[in-house]
């Protein structure tokens, strides 16, 4: 049986940056804003995944791969309105895939992250795009929720284990229809384990990352019922420029939705744009999509339809004007969401 993420969990690093095998799902996630020397900008978004196999749990060969392994790798080229992703998904025999519980290592493939958490090498590929990226973090581990768990609904063990590397430093190379370029930019780093699912009433979730210019970084995620409301459970975690965390609960913050876009591909449609205020820190911002088409269907992998893209963030905090870049990550538009946190 797979252990269950609940209070207490105290975290630890470098050995949380690591894999935590005994818990059903997890996920290491990479996004960033990268911009060359002549001023280009392209977002990117890596995701690695881990899913335990319950039945393989108790096979007693050393064969049996107790886990399978997901990724996806996806590049927005903002001046061109151009995204692609791309996608893998292999179990962990002969050495195929993995992820290291004694150092900081998770691979699909060739596509890999290693480290040692502060710093870590990012390179993935896939025909003519690609990225190698080095990764330093600017901020300590930013943990979300109370007393070591974020939870996710009503019910124990409704929750999952979740930090993030909120403001990291990136240099490196991406390569966009086989040109290769050099780029630097700011990416954030989520990393996330557990063993639930969304409960019936859960249809899918908006997740929110905004990096501001003035250094300090915002966390928002609502998680919605099917009757369209916020799940009490939404929350999220403000990080100030020195590191400080102001922890937001459903109530401290609003979301309207300003405009929506319909996917040509499925029909779903999504929220677009948004307004986002927290009154608690001041905040009042408008979020709008680099470019509106950047939706990833991944029947070949993780057999989700959700959108994953650059955002940029006007308005002011505290009564100053504030800008920032970030990136939006919605599911259960095209379809309701019923894949395990």
Do not use: C
């Not at 993780?302 to 955002?311: C, F, H, K, M």
């Not at 538009?333 to 019923?338: Q, V, W």
Request: proline residues 4%.
């Amino acid at each position: 049986e797979f252990r269950q993420a609940l209070p207490g969990y105290a975290f630890s690093f470098p050995r949380d940056h690591y894999a935590h095998g005994d818990f059903r799902t997890e996920w290491w996630y990479y996004t960033g804003h990268l911009r060359t020397k002549s001023g280009q900008e392209y977002g990117y978004q890596v995701t690695f995944f881990r899913s335990g196999l319950a039945e393989a749990r108790n096979n007693p060969s050393r064969w049996a791969a107790k886990n399978l392994y997901l990724a996806h790798f996806a590049i927005s080229d903002i001046p061109r309105k151009d995204h692609r992703y791309f996608q893998r998904v292999n179990r962990a025999g002969l050495g195929q895939a993995g992820a290291s519980e004694t150092e900081f290592r998770v691979w699909v493939g060739d596509w890999e992250v290693v480290g040692d958490g502060t710093r870590q090498r990012l390179r993935v590929k896939d025909g003519d795009f690609a990225v190698d990226l080095n990764l330093s973090s600017q901020k300590a581990p930013v943990i979300h929720g109370a007393d070591g768990v974020s939870q996710k609904g009503e019910g124990r063990g409704h929750a999952s284990h979740y930090y993030s590397l909120t403001r990291v430093k990136t240099d490196g190379t991406l390569v966009v229809r086989g040109k290769t370029l050099d780029v630097t930019g700011l990416s954030w780093m989520d990393h996330e384990f557990g063993s639930t699912d969304l409960s019936a009433d859960q249809v899918g979730w908006d997740w929110y990352s905004l990096q501001f210019e003035d250094g300090s970084d915002l966390m928002l995620y609502v998680i919605r019922k099917a009757d369209g409301r916020p799940d009490p459970y939404s929350a999220g975690t403000r990080v100030e420029a020195d590191g400080r965390i102001v922890r937001l609960r459903q109530p401290d913050f609003t979301i309207d939705v300003l405009e929506r876009w319909v996917s040509p591909r499925n029909h779903g449609t999504y929220p677009m744009k948004w307004r986002l205020r927290a009154p608690t820190i001041g905040l009042d911002v408008t979020v709008s999509p680099a470019f509106p088409d950047q939706e990833l269907d991944t029947a070949k992998s993780t057999q989700v339809i959700y959108w994953e893209g650059a955002v940029r963030a006007e308005g002011t905090v505290s009564a100053r004007p504030a800008t920032a870049n970030g990136y939006v990550e919605m599911t259960g538009y095209a379809a309701p969401f019923r894949k395990r946190l």
